[in-house]
């Protein structure tokens, strides 16, 4: 994405966060949404997570299961849409399958 930095925010408490992750780690997020006017991006590897706070137990794990998991967000998304679409069929379409990506 060129640079561009991000806040990695845990639901758990972290004591020791070089137990989990060093500087310059590369870890894997999902981008959920893209706010150019602002120039904010929203990140999260929650959705990644096959379990709450894996993350913070086996990140190696959530990286190798990312695009997996991600797929598996999508699937919902497109489902909440459709189902959203149907119920008050004011034209609000199902997602296209593009985005959110994961990085």
């Known amino acids: 994405m060129g640079g ?8 758990d408490r972290v004591l020791m966060l070089d137990r989990v992750l060093a500087e310059g780690d590369q870890v894997k997020v999902l981008v959920l949404s893209v706010d150019q006017e602002r120039n904010r991006v929203t990140l999260t590897t929650k959705k990644l997570e096959p379990t709450p706070g894996d993350m913070l137990r086996d990140p ?4 190798e299961q990312a695009e997996q998991m991600a797929t598996v ?3 919902r998304l497109d489902a909440a849409a459709a189902t959203a679409s149907a119920e008050h069929s004011t034209g609000v379409a199902a997602a296209d399958g593009q985005g959110p990506y994961v990085y």
């Open 73 to 75: 967000f999508r699937q």
């Open 4 to 11: 561009v930095g991000g806040c990695l925010v845990s639901a």
């Open 60 to 63: 190696k794990m959530v990286s």
